[in-house]
T-cell receptor
Framework: SAVISQKPSRDICQRGTSLTIQCQVD?????MFWYRQQPGQSLTLIAT?????????ESGFVIDKFPISRPNLTFSTLTVSNMSPEDSSIYLC??????????????FGEGSRLTVL | QKEVEQNSGPLSVPEGAIASLNCTYS??????FFWYRQYSGKSPELIMF????GDKEDGRFTAQLNKASQYVSLLIRDSQPSDSATYLC????????????FGKGTHLIIQP
């Protein structure tokens, strides 16, 4: 199974600022996924990050608000831009288990808990 | 947009009993189904997946799939207090998108 490290694990941010979350995987993976989990809610996919191409965003999420970088097969960043209190959430990085033949089995990082004041 | 529906609970079950968690999904074309467990303050972890109609057993866990009814369930036998968590049902997002679409999760409480 993949080991995923996220930084920061938590942060308190001021309204209007931006924060970049880093995700490091211990093996090369084709796709990395960024999810958001708002308080008391389930996981919502923000975007899929592929190395060497633009990230694919889900409905309701835009690149200007959540720019993503994917410089290589083991690393990705998600930036939450111009934050507001509504962005207070846990942001999770995940990858598929490349050793499995069946898609959909995701491993998750420990998450980055952001609180926007 | 695929939808996955779960009763948010809380579902309270006495220790040693069978906990039954249910999930319905909107896309009849979904082929695979996943159950994740999420402890409070932790990230989700996969506990079961199922692709074929019928039952799939793994230790105390049994996943049941009925594609005709678009229904998938998770049974936990001999429930333990350590099973207390939120259980998330998920299906592949599909339609050119990757990743999973998750339900809102069912909060399970096992009462000692």
């Amino acid at each position: 199974s993949a080991v995923i490290s996220q930084k920061p694990s938590r942060d308190i941010c001021q309204r209007g600022t931006s924060l970049t979350i880093q995700c490091q995987v211990d093996s090369q993976v084709t796709m990395m996924f960024w999810y958001r989990q708002q308080p008391g809610q389930s996981l919502t996919l923000i975007a899929t990050a592929n190395q060497g191409s633009e990230a694919t965003y889900e409905s309701g999420f835009v690149i200007d608000k959540f720019p993503i970088s994917r410089p290589n097969l083991t690393f990705s960043t998600l930036t939450v831009s111009n934050m507001s209190p509504e962005d207070s959430s846990i942001y999770l990085c995940s990858v598929e288990d490349g050793s499995r033949t069946n898609a959909g089995e995701l491993f998750f990082g420990e998450g980055s808990r952001l609180t926007v004041l | 947009q695929k939808e996955v529906e779960q009763n948010s609970g809380p579902l309270s079950v006495p220790e040693g009993a069978i906990a039954s968690l249910n999930c319905t999904y909107s896309d009849r074309g979904s082929q695979s189904f996943f159950w994740y467990r999420q402890y409070s303050g932790k990230s989700p972890e996969l506990i079961m997946f199922i692709y074929s109609n019928g039952d799939k057993e793994d230790g105390r866990f049994t996943a049941q799939l009925n594609k005709a009814s678009q229904y998938v369930s998770l049974l936990i036998r001999d429930s333990q207090p350590s099973d207390s968590a939120t259980y998330l049902c998920a299906v592949p997002s599909g339609g050119g998108a990757d990743g999973l679409t998750f339900g809102k999760g069912t909060h399970l409480i096992i009462q000692p």
